[in-house]
């Protein structure tokens, strides 16, 4: 195997940036002069690979100062050493970079300069997109220019970064110009080159020492030698002389604990190419144990392909570490809390899927955790209930806003219950979206519990109704009375026009069409007096509020007439519909006429009046106002309007408005009272438009 090919295969996998930098740094540093030339391209590769470009190269400015030749390249599109002379890269970009003195740039080819045009058709007819310049010099002078390009555009550097590179780019000068210096004719004394030398490596270890953060180290494999940078030592508590030299003496520093998977990561490394990353404690002179991640790789093999040298980083991790620790610990009490609530709850990810459910969730469903993570958990939801819980859940979770649902879940007994879900978007420490947290409560006693209120407040309500009918006795009897008059008036006509001799059939037809239509008039009061008295399930209709006062009206025409109340009417035309009990809700409108009548009562009955309005109110809301002449209600009254038995009608309940209260309250509406000045009441309720759940 030649030493190129050799050298290639060391060069496995990209590393991060900081490992980047550590290891090229610390290969030119130990590089043998022989083998510098290959070097260059070695950590060309490094660079293209590392930071993700697609090629890369080393040009080298010539004596006078113009750009000479391409001496060092690797990437998908090679090209061969040789003098670049007019091709395009001997562009004014080249130039500025080359000789400007700046440091790294990253550049986009579409910001280059309009004297660059030249170049910039050359860049895009080759499909880059994004430079990278690192400016090669030494005391001054330009003498070369290392250039990355990417067929994409790069992120912008961070200043961290520039700095690192920068040093590198000092490296790679210096190890240009010790490489021109080899290959020079140019006789110097044996003690001028080892002095040279001696200045050279003593400077390329303090850019190394410099540009990493991490202590730097060096093993000598057959030599067992290891050597640690200056920041490596001093963060443990040593002097550079008290500090172990060769591998057995740094291994006495290492926990006990920890030694046999740090000899185990380095026998993985040199047999078997894994990367070496590894963490453990140390021992720093003061006693105290420290923790290190330990980073490195092969730089250098024998003939036999052997590794003789690692080159890495040494990291303190202890703040980290205790860092996690606390974040376990924090994690361990979460679990210990949600496993011992007495409330299921979840958690998923960022995706929607189920990433957590506690204890009590898997004792209320009676399935494991790998069963309900995932979506696994939607199984357990009724099939009735599946799509609109899936659907409310998926866009409140697109829409990152809190939810609340109902549904059914099965339970661990095959039965379903009731929960109610509640879950809000959670966010990281950096503000990013980690997904959901919600708890499940089971409400299925407090569901039974409103089935049996509304069951009560139906029965309340037809009590009402039937109450109020019979206080209607006298107006029920008058409304039958006349068209069964009138019917019996006319049956009575055709028994005399047929008793003639001779008949009038018009008479006969007209006598009879006034039978008919005084039948529908009965026909059609008992109807609505039936539907009065019903008592069953409320049924959700949309109910024009306009067309149900009228029919009240028609429906209390003779009590009105009785008592010589006048009604005047203000309806709003074109009102949106409301979604209610088309019963229930008449049974209101009703309630409220009725008491406003009973109020006026003891006044003079030329001051009987009622006015009724209804308007459409902001926020799509529909208001019924009933304004009466009487003397108002007392101050008790309106204090605890809605209490029941309370009353102020001398044969009353004290239920009508409590009734109604419920009844609005049911559809989603208010009802309250008023006084209006000195004389008269008013009544008002709201009810939504368009409003679809069951009250």
């Known amino acids: ?35 510098l030339d290959l070097e260059f391209t070695v950590a060309i590769r490094r660079l293209v690979e590392g930071l993700g470009f697609d090629t890369g190269m080393l040009l080298q400015v010539g004596e006078d100062g113009a750009p000479g030749v391409v001496t060092h390249s690797w990437g998908k599109s090679n090209r061969k050493r040789g003098r670049i002379g007019e091709e395009p890269w001997a562009t004014s970009w080249v130039w500025n970079c080359s000789h400007s003195g700046e440091g790294v740039e990253l550049t986009n080819v579409e910001g280059l300069s309009i004297e660059d045009e030249e170049g910039r058709r050359f860049f895009r007819g080759a499909g880059i997109k994004s430079l990278l310049a690192m400016p090669l010099n030494v005391r001054g002078r330009a003498i070369g220019l290392v250039v990355l390009t990417s067929k994409r555009k790069q992120a912008e550097l961070t200043e961290n970064a520039e700095q690192q590179l920068g040093v590198l780019a000092n490296l790679f000068a210096l190890s240009v110009e010790r490489n021109n210096r080899i290959g020079a004719s140019v006789e110097v004394t044996e003690r001028e080159r080892v002095e040279e030398g001696l200045r050279e490596n003593e400077e390329r270890l303090r850019l190394v020492l410099e540009v ?93 392909g052997e590794p003789i040298r690692i080159v890495g980083t040494h990291q303190d991790i202890t703040a980290q570490k205790e860092a996690a620790n606390r974040v376990q610990e924090s994690e361990r009490r979460f679990l210990l809390m949600a496993n011992t609530a007495p409330v299921l709850l979840w958690a998923t990810g960022p995706d929607k899927r189920c990433n957590f459910v506690n204890q009590a969730w898997l004792d209320f469903t009676g399935r494991s955790a790998d069963e309900e993570l995932g979506d696994g958990w939607a199984e357990g939801i009724h099939p009735d209930d599946r799509e609109r819980c899936l659907k409310a859940f998926g866009e409140a979770f697109d829409a990152r806003r809190p939810f609340s649902l109902d549904y059914r879940l099965g339970r661990y007994d095959g039965q379903y219950r009731w929960v109610s879900d509640h879950g809000i978007a959670r966010y990281d420490s950096e503000q990013n979206f980690a997904g959901y947290i919600g708890s499940c409560v089971d409400i299925t006693d407090r569901k039974q519990a ?25 107006s029920i009897a008058h409304e039958l009375n006349q068209p069964l008059t009138a019917i019996l008036s006319n049956a009575q006509a055709v028994q005399r026009f047929l008793a003639r001799a001779r008949a009038d059939p018009k008479e006969l037809q007209n006598a ?25 399930e409320a049924q959700v209709l949309p109910v024009d509020i306009n067309s149900l006062i009228r029919e009240v009206l028609r429906l209390l025409h003779s009590e009105l007439v009785l008592h010589n109340v006048v009604v005047a009417t203000n309806l709003e035309p074109r009102l949106p519909l409301v979604w209610g009990d088309q019963v229930q809700l008449q049974q209101v409108v009703l309630n409220v006429l009725m008491n406003a009548c009973d109020a006026m009562h003891a006044g003079p009955a030329s001051g009987h009046k009622v006015n009724i309005e209804t308007k459409q109110l902001l926020g799509n809301q529909i208001q019924v106002a009933v304004k009466d002449s009487g003397p108002g209600f007392p101050s008790e009254m309106l204090e605890r309007p809605f209490e029941r038995f309370r009353t102020t009608k001398p044969n009353g309940l004290g239920l009508g408005l409590a009734i109604c209260h419920s009844i609005v309250s049911a559809h989603g509406g208010r009802l309250w009272l008023a006084n209006e000045g000195n004389r008269g009441a008013t009544v008002r309720f709201v009810l939504p438009a368009n409003r679809k759940e069951n009250p």
């Not at 030649?2 to 550590?22: G, S, T």
């Not at 409103?450 to 006298?474: P, Y």
């Not at 009879?512 to 008592?535: C, D, K, W």
Request: charged content about 30%; overall charge negative.
């Open 450 to 474: 409103e089935v049996e209120a509304q069951h009560a407040r139906e029965k309340l309500a037809h009590m009402g109704r039937v109450a109020t009918l019979g206080e209607l006795t006298g």
């Open 512 to 536: 009879l069409e006034a039978i008919v239509a005084q039948g529908f008039r009965a026909a059609e009061f008992i109807t609505r007096m039936r539907s009065m008295l019903q008592n069953g």
């Open 1 to 35: 195997m030649n030493e190129k090919k050799q050298a290639f295969q060391e060069v496995e996998q990209p590393l991060p940036l900081d490992r980047l930098i550590a290891t090229t740094l610390a290969s030119f540093l130990n590089v043998s002069d022989a083998k």
């Open 212 to 304: 990493n953060s991490e202590g730097v180290w060096d093993w000598n494999i057959p030599t067992g030698q290891i050597y640690f940078s200056p920041r490596s030592v001093e963060r443990l508590g040593y002097s550079s002389e008290e500090f172990p030299k060769d591998y057995t003496a740094w291994k006495a520093l290492v926990h006990p604990d920890d030694l046999q998977p740090v000899k185990q990561a380095d026998q993985d490394h040199l047999q078997e190419g894994k990367e070496l990353c590894v963490e453990y404690r140390m021992r720093k002179k003061t006693g105290d144990w420290c923790w290190i991640r330990s980073r490195g790789t092969v730089v250098e093999k024998n003939a036999q």
